[in-house]
């Protein structure tokens, strides 16, 4: 089971950073990536493509970060089991930090 969680986190943390880096190399508003559903004037005005381009960068590394603090907390102990109550605080973080990580998809379109 912790090995399930922790493989789980890792690819949390890979996709995060992913974004990060999307953002990073300012491609997030390419429709290869996620300029789809995004309105044109976001895509025309320099000042909002970066400010799309640096939301991404902030949120994903943001909620990569969140993700490590679990995957310590999973291997300071890596062979005891985990209590339903330690499985559904787990998930309510993860929960959180997804919800971070969307924030820039919600944004752009209201730049």
């Not at 974004?19 to 300012?26: A, I």
């Not at 300071?76 to 993860?94: H, I, K, N, P």
Request: some cysteine.
């Amino acid at each position: 089971m912790n090995t399930a969680l922790a493989l789980g986190l890792i690819a949390g943390i890979v996709a995060f950073a992913y974004g990060s880096s999307v953002g990073l190399r300012r491609k997030v508003l390419y429709p290869d990536y996620y300029g789809r559903d995004v309105p044109d004037r976001v895509k025309t005005t320099p000042h909002l493509r970066a400010r799309a381009n640096r939301l991404f960068v902030v949120c994903g590394v943001v909620a990569a970060i969140l993700l490590l603090a679990p995957l310590l907390w999973i291997f300071s102990d890596f062979q005891r089991e985990r209590t339903t109550w330690e499985l559904a605080g787990l998930a309510a973080y993860v929960f959180v930090a997804v919800v971070i990580s969307g924030y820039p998809f919600a944004k752009i379109k209201t730049l």
